[in-house]
């Protein structure tokens, strides 16, 4: 038992988040108890065209804090490509932070 300012033993501080973000768009289905769910995304690459990534499979989904923030992350996956070239799985993660209502996206390495 933690005894102490500060200390919430409910929604622990998990300190910085070391992973590279992006700022997305990302359009959200929102369930019927107020439950978000990403659906597609759009981002600017790094020749600066902006791809649209959908639909999006939410493999799970977890409310942290980072350094006093709280976020929602959501782990993803979603399959591109074509007939031509072949598909592929890319796996990902997605950042909800509800005080400034914006989305981040990080890939998985």
Not at 75 to 95: A, T
Request: proline residues 5%.
């Amino acid at each position: 038992m933690g005894m102490g300012i500060g200390i919430s033993a409910w929604n622990p501080d998990q300190g910085n988040l070391k992973r590279r973000q992006t700022g997305i768009a990302c359009g959200v289905w929102f369930t019927s108890t107020g439950n978000a769910m990403p659906k597609l995304i759009k981002y600017q690459d790094a020749e600066g065209v902006i791809r649209t990534l959908g639909p999006i499979q939410v493999l799970s989904s977890e409310r942290n804090c980072h350094c006093g923030i709280p976020a929602w992350e959501y782990r993803c996956s979603v399959v591109y490509g074509d007939q031509e070239y072949g598909s592929r799985e890319y796996r990902f993660r997605l950042y909800y932070y509800p005080e400034t209502c914006c989305w981040k996206l990080s890939w998985e390495e």
